[in-house]
C-alpha cells in the first residue's frame, strides 16, 4: 500500500521541529526575494523531490532525454555527488566516475551525445553550458536532484514521490526523511507518484489523489518501473529476468538509497534471493571485493549476481572481483512507464513549454514537429479510468 516504507523515529521529533523551523525560514527568505531566484533564457526542466533516499530521479531525467534528444540539443546539469572534482565539469568520454560522479557517469555513458555536466552552483553550471563554445547551442537543460537549488527558477518543476514513501505521511529530517516541510510540494508544477505496483485500481488512485491534496494548477501523474533485460557487465550474453530458473541462487548487490523495491522485484522472479546492501552511492573497497567473492562463493549452483546501473558503474572498474564473480554478474536496467496512458500529458506539457520558451528561432516559430519518434505504439495509446 501507498506509504508502507514509512518509518519515523519519534524520540527524534523535538529535532526534526528545529529543522523544520530553519526550512522554513529558508523558503520564506526566497518567497520574500531577500534570496533572489534566477530565471535563464534557456528552458529548464528541475527534476527532484523534498525526500531523503531514491524515487527514481534518474530513469525520470532519462525518460526526459529520450523524448527530447531526437529533436533538440539536450544538457543534463547535476551536482555530481561524492565526485572527488571541484566546481564545474564537463563530462567527456575520458570522465571518470570520480570526476562527475556515478549517475552523471552512467547518464554520459547512456547518451553520449548530449552534454552532461557537473557543478555545486546550478545557477554558474546553467552559465557555463549557455555561453561556454562546447556547449553554447544547448536548447534545454535537465537538472537532476535540485527541487531544493532554489536559486534557479526553472521554467517546470517536476516532484517525485515515492509510491511507498508518500510525503504527507512522512517526518521531517531526522526523525523522518522529508527534507523540507511537505508544503514544498506547491512549488512544483506535475507531481509524479513514482515506483507505483502494478494492478492499482481506481480507489487506489483517488486515495492519493486526495491525500496529496493538490492545487488546481498542478498536474499529477503515476509512474512505475519496468525492468529491461538483464546485461551482462563483464562478459556473456543478455537475458530475461523470466529465465531465472526456480533452482538458480541469485545475490543482489545493491548501494542505492532505497533497496526494498530493488529487492521486492527481485523475489518475484526467483526463489532463492541473498541480499548484501551497501550505502548510497557506496564506493566500493578490496574489502568489500572480498566479502563478495566470499558470499558469491558459498552459494550454491546454478548461481548468477543482479545489481543496479547505479552500482554498476562503480562495479565496472574493480579489479579484485574473482573470475567466477565477473562471468556471472548482471546489470538490471530500468526505465520509466507512466500509467492511464498520462506519458501523452507529460509529452504534451514538456513539448509545449520548450516551444513556447525555446531562444532556438525555429523551435520557437513551431516550425520543428515537436513529437515523439515512438508516439504511436499501441502500448502508448490513453487510457481512461473513471475516479
Not at 210 to 223: G, K, V
Not at 309 to 314: H, I, N, P, Y
Given at each position: 500500500?501507498?506509504?508502507?516504507?514509512?518509518?519515523?523515529?519519534?524520540?527524534?521529533?523535538?529535532?526534526?521541529?528545529?529543522?523544520?523551523?530553519?526550512?522554513?525560514?529558508?523558503?520564506?527568505?526566497?518567497?520574500?526575494?531577500?534570496?533572489?531566484?534566477?530565471s535563464?533564457?534557456?528552458?529548464?526542466?528541475?527534476?527532484?523531490?523534498?525526500?531523503?533516499?531514491?524515487?527514481?530521479?534518474?530513469?525520470?531525467?532519462?525518460?526526459?532525454?529520450?523524448?527530447?534528444?531526437?529533436?533538440?540539443?539536450?544538457?543534463?546539469?547535476?551536482?555530481?555527488?561524492?565526485?572527488k572534482?571541484?566546481?564545474?565539469?564537463?563530462?567527456?568520454?575520458?570522465s571518470t566516475?570520480s570526476?562527475?560522479?556515478?549517475?552523471?557517469?552512467?547518464?554520459?555513458?547512456?547518451?553520449?551525445?548530449?552534454?552532461?555536466?557537473?557543478?555545486?552552483?546550478?545557477?554558474?553550471?546553467?552559465?557555463?553550458l549557455?555561453?561556454?563554445?562546447?556547449?553554447?547551442?544547448?536548447?534545454?537543460?535537465?537538472?537532476?536532484?535540485?527541487?531544493?537549488?532554489r536559486?534557479?527558477?526553472?521554467?517546470?518543476?517536476?516532484?517525485?514521490?515515492?509510491?511507498h514513501?508518500?510525503?504527507?505521511?512522512?517526518?521531517?529530517?531526522?526523525?523522518?526523511?522529508?527534507?523540507?516541510p511537505?508544503?514544498?510540494?506547491?512549488?512544483?508544477?506535475m507531481?509524479?507518484?513514482?515506483?507505483?505496483?502494478?494492478?492499482?485500481?481506481?480507489?487506489?488512485?483517488?486515495?492519493?489523489?486526495?491525500?496529496?491534496?493538490?492545487?488546481?494548477?498542478?498536474?499529477?501523474?503515476?509512474?512505475?518501473?519496468?525492468?529491461?533485460?538483464?546485461?551482462?557487465?563483464?562478459?556473456?550474453?543478455?537475458?530475461?529476468?523470466?529465465s531465472?530458473?526456480?533452482?538458480?541462487?541469485?545475490?543482489?548487490?545493491?548501494?542505492?538509497?532505497?533497496?526494498?523495491?530493488?529487492?521486492?522485484?527481485?523475489?518475484?522472479?526467483?526463489?532463492?534471493?541473498?541480499?548484501?546492501?551497501?550505502?548510497?552511492?557506496?564506493?566500493?573497497?578490496?574489502?568489500?571485493?572480498?566479502?563478495?567473492?566470499?558470499?558469491?562463493?558459498?552459494?550454491?549452483?546454478?548461481k548468477?549476481?543482479?545489481?543496479?546501473?547505479?552500482?554498476?558503474?562503480?562495479?565496472?572498474s574493480?579489479?579484485?572481483?574473482?573470475?567466477?564473480?565477473?562471468?556471472?554478474?548482471?546489470?538490471?536496467?530500468?526505465?520509466?512507464?507512466?500509467?492511464?496512458?498520462?506519458?501523452?500529458?507529460?509529452?504534451?506539457?514538456?513539448?509545449?513549454?520548450?516551444?513556447?520558451?525555446?531562444?532556438?528561432?525555429?523551435?520557437?516559430?513551431g516550425?520543428?514537429?515537436?513529437?515523439?519518434?515512438?508516439?504511436?505504439?499501441?502500448?502508448?495509446?490513453?487510457?481512461?479510468?473513471?475516479?
Amino acid at each position: 500500500m501507498e506509504g508502507d516504507h514509512i518509518k519515523v523515529n519519534k524520540w527524534l521529533l523535538p529535532l526534526s521541529w528545529l529543522y523544520g523551523l530553519a526550512a522554513r525560514f529558508r523558503n520564506k527568505c526566497f518567497e520574500l526575494g531577500i534570496l533572489k531566484s534566477r530565471s535563464f533564457s534557456v528552458p529548464v526542466i528541475s527534476v527532484g523531490n523534498i525526500s531523503v533516499g531514491g524515487s527514481g530521479k534518474t530513469p525520470h531525467v532519462e525518460y526526459l532525454v529520450n523524448l527530447l534528444k531526437d529533436h533538440l540539443n539536450v544538457a543534463v546539469l547535476s551536482r555530481g555527488y561524492k565526485r572527488k572534482s571541484k566546481g564545474y565539469q564537463l563530462a567527456s568520454p575520458l570522465s571518470t566516475v570520480s570526476d562527475i560522479g556515478d549517475e552523471p557517469f552512467q547518464m554520459k555513458k547512456k547518451f553520449p551525445h548530449i552534454h552532461v555536466a557537473v557543478d555545486a552552483n546550478r545557477c554558474e553550471g546553467i552559465d557555463r553550458l549557455t555561453h561556454d563554445d562546447e556547449t553554447k547551442n544547448t536548447d534545454v537543460i535537465l537538472l537532476d536532484d535540485a527541487y531544493q537549488h532554489r536559486y534557479v527558477k526553472p521554467g517546470i518543476n517536476i516532484l517525485l514521490v515515492d509510491y511507498h514513501r508518500l510525503i504527507i505521511y512522512d517526518k521531517l529530517l531526522p526523525a523522518g526523511r522529508l527534507r523540507e516541510p511537505k508544503e514544498g510540494k506547491r512549488r512544483a508544477d506535475m507531481v509524479i507518484i513514482t515506483k507505483c505496483p502494478e494492478g492499482l485500481n481506481p480507489i487506489d488512485y483517488r486515495v492519493v489523489m486526495r491525500a496529496m491534496d493538490l492545487y488546481p494548477y498542478q498536474t499529477l501523474l503515476f509512474s512505475r518501473m519496468v525492468y529491461d533485460k538483464l546485461h551482462p557487465l563483464f562478459c556473456g550474453e543478455d537475458r530475461s529476468l523470466e529465465s531465472i530458473g526456480s533452482d538458480e541462487h541469485v545475490l543482489a548487490i545493491s548501494g542505492i538509497a532505497s533497496p526494498e523495491h530493488f529487492e521486492e522485484d527481485l523475489r518475484q522472479h526467483c526463489t532463492s534471493l541473498t541480499t548484501m546492501r551497501f550505502s548510497d552511492h557506496h564506493d566500493f573497497t578490496p574489502e568489500d571485493e572480498d566479502r563478495i567473492n566470499s558470499t558469491f562463493e558459498s552459494l550454491p549452483s546454478p548461481k548468477l549476481i543482479i545489481t543496479t546501473e547505479k552500482d554498476a558503474v562503480r562495479m565496472m572498474s574493480l579489479t579484485g572481483l574473482s573470475e567466477d564473480v565477473r562471468h556471472h554478474l548482471y546489470v538490471l536496467p530500468i526505465k520509466v512507464s507512466f500509467l492511464l496512458g498520462q506519458e501523452d500529458i507529460f509529452t504534451q506539457k514538456i513539448f509545449s513549454y520548450v516551444q513556447k520558451n525555446s531562444r532556438n528561432s525555429i523551435l520557437a516559430t513551431g516550425k520543428v514537429d515537436l513529437k515523439p519518434k515512438d508516439s504511436n505504439r499501441a502500448g502508448d495509446r490513453p487510457r481512461t479510468i473513471s475516479f
